[in-house]
């Protein structure tokens, strides 16, 4: 079945640390989207990916890295500069117009 | 710019009566315009589209909209509310503008009464 997987479901990062989630799909979609998602403010695009090596930053990019080396793939690190970190990550992808289609997320807790 | 309006943070339903959701929106260019739903600690899942085919679109699990261009609104509706529709509901706005982005509405709790 066609879909996206992120991983880990859940994720807990200590202060200072660097963390990566994962985001795979195999929808041979072309965009790839990172949002985040805190109650009460739906969801904010932290990153988005039109095309391979390609990448732009949404509108909460900073304390968050992207990469995009497969089509597949758009792994986000979160790096000790994001000072609140505590949130639902939700993966996405897209092709054309298409409505974009979510992973089941990961939440991520600073302990 | 382009943005849209959840215009009830949460709302309050029986099983069995109707639902409407409203959303509104600010678009420069024709919208395209989703409805999504979430269930607790899950990823969103697409209800239904409008893209300029038909005014009103009718998704899934009895779930409709209407586009009203005159009053910028894509209210959401169902007939006959069920146990199972309890969950967050975003209305969705997509910006073309040679790359697609999407915004999001900051989402309707519904809850369904017994």
Redesign the interface.
């Not at chain 1, 195999?26 to 739906?42: F, S, T, V």
């Not at chain 2, 943005?3 to 339903?13: A, C, F, K, N, R």
């Not at chain 2, 697609?100 to 309707?108: A, R």
């Given at each position: 079945d066609g879909g996206i997987t992120q991983s880990p479901k859940y994720l807990f990062r200590k202060e200072g640390q660097n963390v990566t989630l994962s985001c795979e799909q195999n929808l041979n979609h072309d965009a790839m989207y990172w949002y985040r998602q805190d109650p009460g403010q739906g969801l904010r695009l932290i990153y988005y990916s039109q095309i391979v090596n390609d990448f732009q930053k949404g509108d909460i990019a900073e304390g968050y890295s992207v990469s995009r080396e497969k089509k597949e793939s758009f792994p986000l690190t979160v790096t000790s500069a994001q000072k609140n970190p505590t949130a639902f990550y939700l993966c996405a992808s897209s092709i054309g117009e298409l409505a974009p289609f979510f992973g089941p997320g990961t939440r991520l807790t600073v302990l | 710019a382009q943005s849209v309006t959840q215009l009830d943070?949460h709302v309050s339903v029986s099983e069995g009566t109707p639902v409407l959701l409203r959303c509104n929106y600010s678009s420069s260019y024709s919208p395209?315009l989703?409805w999504?739903v979430q269930h607790p600690?899950?990823?969103?899942?697409?209800l239904l589209?409008y893209?300029s085919a038909a005014t009103l679109v009718k998704g899934i699990n009895g779930f409709e909209a209407e586009f009203k261009k005159s009053e910028t609104s894509f209210h959401l509706t169902k007939p006959s509310a069920h146990m199972s529709d309890a969950a967050e509901y975003?209305c969705?706005v997509?910006v073309t503008s040679g790359?697609?982005?999407?915004i999001?509405?900051?989402?309707t709790r519904l809850k369904v009464l017994a």
């Amino acid at each position: 079945d066609g879909g996206i997987t992120q991983s880990p479901k859940y994720l807990f990062r200590k202060e200072g640390q660097n963390v990566t989630l994962s985001c795979e799909q195999n929808l041979n979609h072309d965009a790839m989207y990172w949002y985040r998602q805190d109650p009460g403010q739906g969801l904010r695009l932290i990153y988005y990916s039109q095309i391979v090596n390609d990448f732009q930053k949404g509108d909460i990019a900073e304390g968050y890295s992207v990469s995009r080396e497969k089509k597949e793939s758009f792994p986000l690190t979160v790096t000790s500069a994001q000072k609140n970190p505590t949130a639902f990550y939700l993966c996405a992808s897209s092709i054309g117009e298409l409505a974009p289609f979510f992973g089941p997320g990961t939440r991520l807790t600073v302990l | 710019a382009q943005s849209v309006t959840q215009l009830d943070s949460h709302v309050s339903v029986s099983e069995g009566t109707p639902v409407l959701l409203r959303c509104n929106y600010s678009s420069s260019y024709s919208p395209s315009l989703f409805w999504y739903v979430q269930h607790p600690n899950k990823g969103l899942q697409l209800l239904l589209k409008y893209t300029s085919a038909a005014t009103l679109v009718k998704g899934i699990n009895g779930f409709e909209a209407e586009f009203k261009k005159s009053e910028t609104s894509f209210h959401l509706t169902k007939p006959s509310a069920h146990m199972s529709d309890a969950a967050e509901y975003f209305c969705v706005v997509s910006v073309t503008s040679g790359t697609y982005k999407y915004i999001f509405g900051t989402g309707t709790r519904l809850k369904v009464l017994a």
